[in-house]
């Protein structure tokens, strides 16, 4: 098996089945993909409804001061980053990744409940946090069913088609609310109870129509060890998958030494510590831009619609192309959008250019970023190495805001984008050379 | 792909799913009609308050304005109620503000423009509650003010991003200068002096700006960098921020001039816990009045001897009371008209 993103094959196809040669088979979406997009849809339809109202709600309604939900929510963001490769390893560990994942969407539909009883500061971090946590839970090993029933010619189309569905659902969620609230001027209660409802169908699709697809089952193995054989004779043997699919996986050093999945964390590392969270974005453009200032809440809208719009053609260029160009190509388009930010004034073509720009990167490394953490894991570990790279994500966006903030702080906003924007412009093609060589062959443990 | 993926979920499982779809979204809508139904009712209703006709002009005389939480009609919107009868009958207007200011004339209005996506927005209005003048703000409504004679409004919005910790929190704070071509001052330019020396780290947060009554150029207002809070007075002409105190948030000027009153964060932990405080200018003492509980509010001055403030109403979200509190030690707050927020006395 071996997976490269340099242009081995007459600069064609990158992953392992299309360098030999053989013509990928037509793309069928598995049924599988379609449904968890349908819950991811339902789920985020759930939890950006609310936390679109959730300023609001907190300081119009309540009464009470957002200062500490701050500082709750950056604690919460770590441990909703380390929860995700545990619950990738215990995803693993157990085989089933949808008993799993069940667990962390049933955590939020529960934190939804808390929702219609939360009034004072405690009830609703705790609220917050279940919900943050939930989603840290499900994620991992939801990537890992969807490498499991995907074409794996066609892996990072699959996660574009999840992805587009998921986003549908965090771009209408805020719309959803917004018209509650306009017809309703406190209405946070039913738009509470909407939330719940998605929560609920999404929960009830998943444990009705998602199929339990066990990882590291033997049916599954063979297909891909044919197709490894083929490739590398010797280089991945029967009997030592038969020792290593009895063994119980655990998280060790090993793992990420492997030539591909460690790489492949180390750049994820780097470019993450570069990558301002949009928040930040938004807020430069609205100190530029009168209709930034007017329409902020469209801001995250308008994101989320490109992210969708582009999830699924950058999923199939990732299949064709290379995960890893892609991956970086989204790099590229957030080093244009850090530059476009900063640039002085240009009104709304510099607003919705920036809005484009980042749409663009989330829709070629966030889906390609799973598809490709799972080209670089052996199956039995699948949700641990997906959950390894967007635990590495996670951390290091948390740390980004971070430094990002101290940098803000010294020598303002404009400044810190143009400085940011420089280090990312090395730091893509430094990943360039660590994500050359990322490949899996089947050998570490 | 194995025959595994391909196992479609037996029928019986779809029309589960189909039936707890069509349970929930319906039961949903139920619940949503049910809502804005109750929300028509109690719209419609009487005000729980007595209220006198003539809400059409600002009232003469002295007079408190206000947001009105009184469940019913006029719900959220500006009121007016005279300061010789607060529990009398209050007038109220078809102005839905968040909070309000008086110019003197006309008043502020901070609002929530609910749509398709929520805006917000500051206006002024005139003695007859028509628009003058409005502008967009950047994010919720926190704080306004006004000068005395009405040509500076200030505004303070928190900015929090799309969701509550975006990119963590700040305050947005304007000057604008009412009327003239002059454009409005944002506090963040302004040059901020603590013992002499110009702080110019950009986690600057200020706020809660008060104007001093008979210097048309002089204002106070909270500053904030690395975890430090400071009283600032501030300069409009040479446009500097200059640190006189610690530890004082959101002052309000008295009449006479002489003190300002605050809130003060006596709490170390997560959660602020603001008491109500006097600084006196001129000697620098300070005074933490008889106020047990967590008022989150820019104290307003009754009188000389009197702050008003407004305090959530215990279990019920979404309405509130204002409360007076004489302003020295060991004063017992009282109720001074229930139902209402954003108090400014009109003399």
Redesign the interface.
Known sequence: MYISMSDRQGGRKSTVEESQGTPAPPF?L???ILWLGVVSMATDISSESV??????Y?????????????????INQGASALVRIAAGWASDRAGRPKAVAMAGYCLSLVARIGFLFA?G??SIAAV?TGDRIGKGIRTAPRDALIT??A?PEHLARHFGVHRLLDNIGAAAG??IA??????????Y??VF??SL?FA??GV??LV??V?D??TG?P??RQ?RVKKARAVEPGVLREPALEARRRRIPAIRWSMFREPGLGRLLVASAVLGVLTV????I??VL?NKD?FA?????????GTNVVFLLLAVPMGRLADTWGKGKVFLAGHVALLACYFLAAAPAMGLTGTLGCLVLLGAFYAATDGVLSAFASQLTPQHKLATGIGAAQTVVALSRVLS?TLF?VL??????SLAMVIVGCLLAVAVPASYFILRNARYQGTAA | MSPETEAAPNRMRWVILLVVTGVVLAGTGLYAVMAFQRLQESSAALPSVIVTSGGGTLPDGQYLLFRNTAAGQGYGMAGTVPLADPTGARSLSTVPCDRVYSTGSGFMCLATERGMVTRFDAALLGGSYQRLQDWSLKGIPSRTRSSGDGSLVATTVFVTGHSYAAAGFSTDTVITHVGGGMAPDNLEDFALMVNGQQVTAADRNLWGVTFVPGEPDAFYATAASSGRLWLVRGSISRRTLTAVADGVECPSVSPDGTRVAFKTNVSSGLTPQWRVAVLDLATGTRVTLGEERNVDDQVEWLDDQTLLYGLPREGEPGDSDVWSLPAKAGGAPAVFLEHAWSPSVVR
């Open positions: 069928r598995s049924p599988a936390a679109a109202v959730l300023p609001l907190i300081t119009g309604f309540l009464g009470l001061s957002v200062i500490a939900f701050g500082v709750i929510d950056g009034g500061f405690w917050v499991t029933a074409q805020p719309l917004f018209v509650i609230l306009m017809l309703m001027p406190n209405g209660g039913t109870v909407v409802a609920a169908i009830a699709a009705l129509v199929p697809l066990r089952r049916i599954r297909s969270g949009d928040g930040f938004y807020l609205q009168q200032v007017q329409w902020f809440p469209l801001l995250y809208v805001s903030g803000w702080f010294v020598v303002g906003a």
